[in-house]
């Protein structure tokens, strides 16, 4: 085992830069510089950690890439918090999500391309969707009400039912669905965010949205359960065969 790779922190310093060049555009509050330092910064701190824990001796070019994606959704997250105390800059937000979702598909590509895939860098890339999903949903809330949040809420919800029932903590087969729902709802929500489309259309979108999201943690929620019941009906079956009584000598 070689030595352990130490996480770059350039996409940090660039997420500092990029929003020092969009604070000469826009303002930026002291809240929504902290929202996004924040973010690189405690994203950064739990790549570390998973970097450490499993011992992970190359970052990688499609970790490269995930990290860009990080670092854009670190200037998302200045300008949503910005739209709450000014006018909102939705065209640069927009911009900024839609490159996001684009490259989404690209690390994965350059993963399989140079052999590198791993299980850190599909958590990594699902993480950083996650969040920019919730992100999306707290600037849409204006538009369509409190209830959007559940797309983005839903995610951390499914993290906190593992801490409570240890058999949500398996691991899930890979199912590129996944991917799919994920793309969907942030074009989805960044459609709404851009306010392009009739009012009825956005909330349509966002509806089909939740919808996705619900199915898509629904099946995986049913799948776990079923593991478990098979599970605790192996452990019985085991009970009953080392407690019975030995039959009878014939």
Not at 40 to 63: D, H, K, Q, Y
Not at 115 to 132: H, I, K, P, Q, T
Not at 183 to 190: K, Q
Request: aromatic residues 10%; charged residues 15%.
């Amino acid at each position: 085992m070689g030595k352990v790779q130490w996480v770059p922190w350039w996409w940090v310093a660039a997420g500092v830069a990029g929003l020092l060049v969009i604070g000469t555009a826009v303002p930026l509050p002291t809240t929504a510089w902290a929202a996004g330092i924040g973010y690189l910064a405690v994203s950064t701190a739990m790549l570390t950690r998973g970097i450490r824990r499993g011992r992970v001796e190359r970052f990688g070019p499609a970790n490269a890439v995930t990290a860009t994606r990080s670092m854009l959704v670190g200037l998302v997250t200045a300008l949503v918090t910005a739209s709450f105390t000014g006018a909102p800059s939705t065209a640069l937000m927009v911009t900024l999500v839609a490159i996001a979702l684009a490259l989404d598909g690209v690390d994965g590509y350059v993963a399989r391309r140079t052999r590198s895939e791993s299980e850190l860098g599909a958590r990594f890339d699902m993480e950083v969707d996650a969040f920019l999903l919730l992100v999306l949903c707290v600037y849409d809330v204006r538009y369509l009400g409190w209830w959007v949040l559940t797309i983005g809420v839903l995610r951390y919800a499914f993290v906190a039912a593992g801490w409570l029932l240890p058999w949500m903590r398996h691991t899930l087969p890979p199912r590129y669905w996944r991917k799919v729902v994920t793309a969907a709802c942030g074009v989805a929500l960044a459609a709404v965010a851009s306010q392009i489309l009739p009012p009825a259309v956005n909330l349509a979108l966002a509806v089909a949205a939740l919808a996705l999201v619900l199915e898509s943690f629904g099946r995986d929620v049913i799948w776990l359960a079923r593991l478990n019941l098979a599970g605790a009906a192996l452990v019985s079956l085991e009970k009953a065969s080392t407690t019975s009584p030995p039959e009878e000598s014939r």
